[in-house]
């Protein structure tokens, strides 16, 4: 599917098995989540130090996101520009009863060469459709790091903040965030 962002077209794709992920997207997958992460973006997984982090520090999480990809339960949605890796996003639903009517997105990020192109609001556009009539979801979450006008970001693709956990991540010594947690009715 092509999306419409500033530039270059960009293409999206689904993928819901680990086995379609080939060796180079998996690279690309790791560079592009080191590039983030060391770029300041708010996507550092609980395995990671704090940045900078290296190739070797993303590989496991990545290896970890591919083994968990099931069309019922997770699934990647990719933007790529002539082929390249420009964005991903993880859309996955947690399988316990009560919640299984919920999808959360995790891992939304847009490699630093991309960046101003709206590759991140394609991907975020996507989602919506995917998670209704593909995966049956009623409602999404996700969770936003504040000082970053995140939450603005989301707010204009539809979104709604629920909830604040003031000061829960510290992402340096002095430097406490909000973790704000947002939702999308389907």
């Not at 968990?68 to 316990?96: F, I, K, N, S, Y």
């Not at 973790?179 to 999308?184: E, K, Q």
Request: glycine share 10%; charged share 25%.
């Amino acid at each position: 599917m092509k999306a419409h962002v500033t530039g270059k077209p960009a293409d999206l794709a689904q993928i819901v098995r680990p086995q379609q992920i080939t060796p180079g997207l998996r690279r690309e997958l790791v560079d592009c989540w080191t590039a983030v992460t060391n770029a300041g973006g708010a996507v550092v997984a609980a395995s990671f130090p704090l940045p900078p982090v290296s190739p070797r520090d993303v590989e496991p999480e990545v290896d970890r996101l591919m083994r968990g990809l099931d069309p019922h339960r997770g699934r990647m949605l990719v933007a790529t520009v002539e082929g390249v890796l420009a964005g991903w996003l993880l859309l996955r639903r947690d399988q316990h009863p009560l919640v299984a009517h919920c999808g959360m997105v995790n891992h939304v990020q847009t490699h630093p060469r991309f960046r101003g192109l709206g590759i991140g609001a394609a991907l975020m556009r996507r989602v919506p459709g995917i998670a209704r009539d593909e995966m049956g979801l009623e409602r999404l979450g996700l969770t936003a790091r504040s000082g970053m006008s995140l939450e603005v970001f989301y707010r204009k693709l539809g979104w709604t903040e629920v909830g604040r956990w003031p000061g829960a991540l510290r992402v340096a010594p002095g430097d406490d965030r909000d973790d704000i947690l947002m939702s999308l009715v389907l």
